[in-house]
């Protein structure tokens, strides 16, 4: 066994960009994210894997970077907030989420997105209550939920039209 | 968090030589919530990740295997699993939140811990923590406490829902440790906390969880998994039942029927099925069984409501399995 109690190789790819970092074992995602890479837009707030603002993509899926020790995800490629959108374009879930009043004070904001971003590939956006119960894992105190519900439905109307015209 | 050495063996015979004061890690959506809250303290933490325990595959026998490193998400969508065992699908789906889903193994399921209050505090006193503290959860605040299989030692919940679905699936765990490869029926698998309520499992150190069996069994349509709780999602169970019963011309062939949140280990009783077996449902019959599934309970000081609710529980899961229209975990509202 190799012991990497000191710190330990940690190879990861944010955004596109590759990360080399040694790393002490105890490190958790979010921390190298926010602590040592200065992508503060990844949030942490209960550190505990309840409140969903620390969503973050690894591999594609939404998980709780609070909850993942960064050494224990060799080679993974991790999607944060900052990775959405490009200079001058909002990523379509980052502009649904102005146009339709979705945060007040914004701190579960980043989570919230990451998170119905995967929600969308995953597709569980048939209704209401369908998007509601899979957003079930990101908390939102200031309680803007039915704006959030709405800007989903929004981007899952766009892409559906967006589907039709192609299809025309 | 503490700081630990941290390891990642590729063998199976490299990981079951674990050092004193470690712990295995797979997903870790419990383990490193637990390190962060210093309940646990491990001095080196084995990672699983990179084992071959990653498959779901078809028994020659008929059945599944479900490897222990197959996250809970995609063990639910499984085409296999939601074709299947709709009733294990639909007992995860009932746990956790969608982030958690997609990181909790099922191996590590079933080695999660309580989420007993007073376990999760090291000020407060008690034996599945620290042996021999005493139990703070005993005359506490504890409504969400169990009311079976507890001990003076320990009343604290069992806190999975899938084990739920997997008791009543007659489930098997496969093992691998230091004396070579072993099974133990999932209803075996917990202990009772007894005088011993550190050790949750039948584990011995070294051993590994690596997969999970699915007898071939067939309920049809006639299952539910049903879950009551404080909120509608993202909550631990107050009382769920997970039921299958094989239905033939009205009559109750062969049942299946465990319960969840009010054990300390995943409860069921034999007999209770032995109860349905060759009757016609009826709301009477459901009656006495849950009479039999409760047989036993003992109340603390918040929890009573539980032995109240319970018996509605198993009735209303019972008329559903029967009916043949399994609970959503979508839709909420009870039917």
């Not at chain 1, 596109?16 to 707030?45: F, N, Q």
């Not at chain 2, 890690?25 to 990179?50: C, F, Q, W, Y």
């Not at chain 2, 209770?272 to 019959?285: M, R, Y």
């Not at chain 2, 603390?300 to 609970?327: C, E, S, Y």
Request: neutral net charge; proline residues 6%.
């Amino acid at each position: 066994m190799t012991d990497l109690s000191v710190a330990s190789p940690c190879r990861l790819k944010i955004n596109g960009k590759s990360h080399t970092a040694d790393l002490p074992p105890c490190v958790t995602l979010l921390d190298l994210l926010r602590e040592r890479l200065d992508l503060t837009g990844t949030k942490k707030g209960c550190d505990h894997g309840q409140c969903g603002a620390c969503t973050v993509l690894v591999n594609g899926k939404r998980v709780k970077s609070c909850l993942i020790l960064a050494v224990s995800i060799p080679d993974a490629e991790i999607t944060t907030i900052e990775g959405l959108g490009s200079d001058g374009h909002l990523h379509p879930m980052q502009q649904a989420f102005i146009d339709r009043d979705a945060f007040q004070c914004g701190y579960c904001t980043p989570g919230q997105i990451m998170s119905a971003v995967a929600l969308l590939e995953e597709g569980h956006v048939r209704t209401r209550e369908e998007i509601r119960e899979f957003m079930s894992g990101n908390l939102c105190r200031c309680g803007a939920y039915n704006g959030i519900i709405d800007a989903i439905e929004q981007v899952v109307s766009q892409q559906l039209q967006n589907r039709a015209g192609e299809a025309a | 968090m503490r700081h630990f050495s941290y390891s990642r063996p590729e063998t199976f015979e490299n990981a079951s030589h674990i050092p004193d004061h470690a712990r295995y890690l797979a997903g870790g959506t419990n383990l490193i919530d637990l390190m962060k809250s210093d309940v646990e303290r491990p001095e080196h933490v084995v990672d699983l990740n990179a084992l071959p325990m990653s498959q779901i595959e078809e028994r020659p026998a008929g059945g599944l295997r479900i490897g222990a490193l197959v996250t809970n998400a995609d063990t639910a969508a499984h085409p296999l699993v939601t074709e299947r065992y709709p009733l294990l699908a639909s007992a995860i789906l009932a746990g956790a939140s969608p982030q958690i889903r997609n990181r909790a193994t099922n191996g590590g399921n079933l080695n999660q811990r309580t989420r007993c209050h007073y376990f999760y505090d090291p000020d407060m006193a008690c034996n599945k923590r620290s042996p021999g503290t005493g139990c703070s959860a005993k005359g506490g605040r504890n409504r969400i406490m169990a009311i079976l299989g507890t001990s003076d030692a320990c009343i604290a919940t069992f806190p999975s829902d899938m084990c739920v679905a997997l008791a009543a699936l007659n489930a098997t765990v496969n093992l691998i440790g230091p004396e070579g490869e072993r099974a133990v029926a999932l209803r075996d698998y917990h202990r009772l906390p007894e005088d011993t309520p550190w050790q949750d499992n039948v584990l011995r150190k070294g051993e590994i969880v690596t997969s999970i069996d699915l007898p071939p069994i067939s309920f049809g349509k006639n299952h539910t998994y049903l879950k009551v709780r404080d909120r509608l999602s993202f909550a631990f169970a107050i009382v769920s039942v997970a039921v299958g019963l094989q239905v033939e011309n009205n009559t109750i062939r062969k049942a299946s029927i465990a319960m969840g949140g009010v054990g300390t280990k995943p409860w069921c009783v034999p007999e209770a099925e032995t109860l349905l077996e060759g009757k016609v449902p009826s709301p009477s019959l459901f009656r006495d069984v849950a009479e039999c599934l409760l047989q036993g309970a003992v109340t603390d000081r918040d929890n009573a409501a539980k032995l109240k609710l319970a018996p509605r529980v198993i009735i209303r899961a019972l008329l559903q399995a029967a009916a043949g229209t399994p609970q959503s975990q979508t839709y909420k509202s009870i039917s």
